[in-house]
């Protein structure tokens, strides 16, 4: 059987290395891992990004989003016979035309509009960061304060153009490819019932609800975010 290669995309305000204490329980499964730099820049042109990472790689693999990472994978992943697997960690999950802003509007909650600051950029428009004094209660409440100072100053900005861009597949990767979710029920920038509404519309093989987790349950809790993508692993190997 072959065993699925894993690639892990970082969502906005966050940077691949955010992923390592996930990489690290991986590797002790023997399994192949893969932490995507997320340009995020735009939707498409993230999406077209990882298509190229993904072509890279021999054998099948699962795609794993947080947050902003979310909607990539769901545009990467469209139509691809490579992606076996979606693992949605904290992640949003488009549908066609949807967008992050107005999905992280639908249901109360999110407290991230007041915590972002904007800068104009002199390609158009404006990039997005989390202020750094208020990036360790928005974004990273249960991670130690040291580690969220750390995360605030390497923190990748996003531009608004990529999340205010609707998913632009007519047919999202979710519903042909199997999925599976895991989330805190004390996320600020995602809110849990957004999360819950978006797994029951994927029909999702799993959904994993980690109890005071924030929106950076792969640094808080990096061992049930591994469990989650080993058994989307075990399950699509082929």
């Keep these: 059987m072959s065993t699925p290669t894993v690639v892990l995309v970082h969502g906005a305000f966050a940077e ?35 298509r190229d990472v993904i072509a890279s790689i021999e054998g099948p693999v699962v795609l794993v989003g947080h947050s902003y990472g979310g909607m990539v994978i769901t545009e990467a992943a469209a139509g691809s016979d490579q992606v076996v697997g979606l693992v949605y960690v904290a992640a949003f999950t488009p549908d066609t035309g949807e967008n992050a802003f107005t999905l992280s509007a639908k249901f109360p909650g999110s407290t991230l509009g007041g915590a972002i600051a904007a800068y104009p ?33 390497t923190q990748r900005p996003v531009t608004e153009a990529a999340l205010t861009e609707g998913l632009p597949t007519a047919t999202p990767a979710w519903r042909t490819i199997p999925s599976w979710f895991v989330f805190g029920d004390a996320d ?12 029951e519309r994927a029909g999702a093989r799993s959904s994993t609800e980690v109890p005071g987790a924030s929106h950076a349950l792969a640094l808080s809790h990096p061992v049930v975010v591994a469990e989650t993508i080993f058994a989307a692993v075990q399950a699509t190997k082929r």
């Design 188 to 199: 600020r920038n995602i809110p849990a019932e957004l999360i819950r509404f978006m797994a």
């Design 121 to 153: 950029v002199s390609t158009g428009g404006n990039e997005l960061v989390i202020r750094p004094e208020v990036f360790g209660e928005q974004f990273a409440a249960d991670v130690d304060d040291d580690l969220a100072a750390l995360m605030a100053a």
């Design 16 to 50: 691949s290395s955010s992923w390592n204490a996930v990489v690290g329980q991986l590797q002790q499964q023997t399994l192949r891992v893969v932490a995507a730099a997320n340009p995020l820049r735009s939707v498409t042109g993230d999406a077209r990004y990882l």
